[in-house]
């Protein structure tokens, strides 16, 4: 079946650098994308999502970039700080009329002070 | 604020008895949903349902059962617990219209001893 994966299980970095965590999709139908992020015991919430008519869509201190051609999903988070460390999840919904997300296994991001 | 609530953060029971796990939402939305989150497998889709008494198989609806009496409620139910359902349950909404991003609740760590 189709799926969401992650090239990068767990990415380091320090306080104040720019973080990029990347998400290969399969399905070519998938017509929305969205970033969790989950912090420990807590669950996913919602960061920034893109519709596939959209190469680039910016937040607040972050970039989701679409690469259609390749299947590619990224996220981009500026100027990282400590409270950015927790696992970040793509999501993408391939279709139809029930809304249902499939999701990747998640990258473990950690902020070095 | 959006709100999804989940009945109890961590629960535990015993092999063979019948477990409720309540999921309330105050947003009035459609769908609703329920996951299990495993290490190393992400977010899978045990259930999900798109109106009041409606329901639709997930991905991994085996040993599960589900209900939608009202609106704002969905109750996942585990008939008999056995030990490979210990995982973390996470309740999730939406709204009908259009493509939007699904709204967690905080988990319910369940451990079947």
């Known amino acids: 079946g189709e799926s969401v994966g992650l090239h990068l299980p767990t990415l380091s970095v320090q306080e104040g650098d720019n973080s990029i965590i990347n998400c290969a999709y399969s399905?070519?139908?998938?017509?929305?994308f969205i970033w969790y992020k989950q912090e420990s015991g807590k669950g996913p919430q919602f960061i920034i999502d893109?519709?596939?008519?959209?190469d680039k869509r910016q937040g607040q201190r972050v970039t989701v970039l679409l690469n259609k051609t390749v299947k590619h999903l990224s996220l981009q988070i500026a100027a990282t700080q400590p409270g950015d460390s927790a696992v970040y999840f793509c999501?993408?919904?391939?279709?139809?009329?029930?809304?249902?997300?499939?999701f990747g296994k998640g990258t473990l991001l950690t902020v070095n002070p | 604020d959006v709100k999804v609530t989940q009945s109890s953060r961590y629960l535990v029971k015993r092999t063979g008895e019948k477990v409720f796990l309540e999921c309330v939402q105050d947003?009035?939305?459609?769908?609703m949903f329920w996951y299990r989150q495993d290490p190393g497998l992400g977010l899978r889709l045990i259930y999900f349902?798109?109106?009041?008494?409606?329901?639709e198989k997930g991905d991994i609806p085996e040993g599960y059962s589900v209900s939608r009496e009202k609106k704002e409620r969905f109750s996942l139910i585990l008939e008999s617990a056995s030990t490979n359902q210990t995982s973390m349950y996470l309740c999730?909404?939406?709204?009908?219209?259009?493509?939007?991003?699904?709204?967690f609740g905080p988990g319910t760590r369940l451990t079947v001893t």
């Open positions: 999730a909404s939406t709204n009908r219209g259009g493509r939007s991003e699904q709204y």
């Open positions: 399905n070519s139908a998938s017509d929305y």
């Open positions: 893109i519709r596939s008519n959209m």
């Open positions: 999501a993408e919904n391939s279709g139809g009329s029930n809304y249902k997300l499939t």
């Open positions: 947003m009035d939305h459609e769908n």
């Open positions: 349902s798109y109106d009041v008494k409606m329901k």
